[in-house]
Nanobody, 129 residues
Framework: EVQLVESGGGLVQAGGSLRLSCVAS????????IGWFRQAPGKEREGVSC????????NYADSVKARFTISSDNAKNTVYLQMNSLKPEDAAVYYC??????????????????????WGQGTQVTVSS
């Protein structure tokens, strides 16, 4: 059974930092792209960042470049999203998702949510101004 379990959300002041974690199980971690998406109330789901653990290729939404960093620990089947310089507009439920099997090497993996088959339950990020 595929499982994606997010953690690390919470309340932070604007300008602060949080690190989200996504622990994956039930599939071969290296064969999948792991992505982070977010959805705020009344807004569409947005792709934030993703990583291909097999070659560490990454992709970021323009709104988070230079502030967020995605990484993976293949030994722990875990993907992290380090979020710095948080803004009130970053507040949302953050979801971890998996796409695969993914065999493309070197190119940025996709941030289109419709391509992802497996989703976690989400973790709330609240940013106070």
């Amino acid at each position: 059974e595929v499982q994606l379990v997010e953690s690390g959300g919470g309340l932070v002041q604007a300008g602060g930092s949080l690190r989200l974690s996504c622990v994956a199980s039930g599939f071969t971690f290296d064969d999948y792209v792991i992505g982070w998406f977010r959805q705020a109330p009344g807004k569409e789901r947005e792709g934030v960042s993703c990583i291909s653990p097999s070659d560490d290729s990454t992709n970021y939404a323009d709104s988070v470049k230079a502030r967020f960093t995605i990484s993976s620990d293949n030994a722990k089947n875990t993907v992290y999203l380090q979020m710095n310089s948080l803004k009130p507009e970053d507040a949302a439920v953050y979801y971890c998702a998996a796409l695969g099997p993914w065999a493309v090497v070197g190119g940025p993996p996709p941030l289109s949510g419709y391509e992802y088959s497996y989703w976690g339950q989400g973790t709330q990020v609240t940013v106070s101004s």
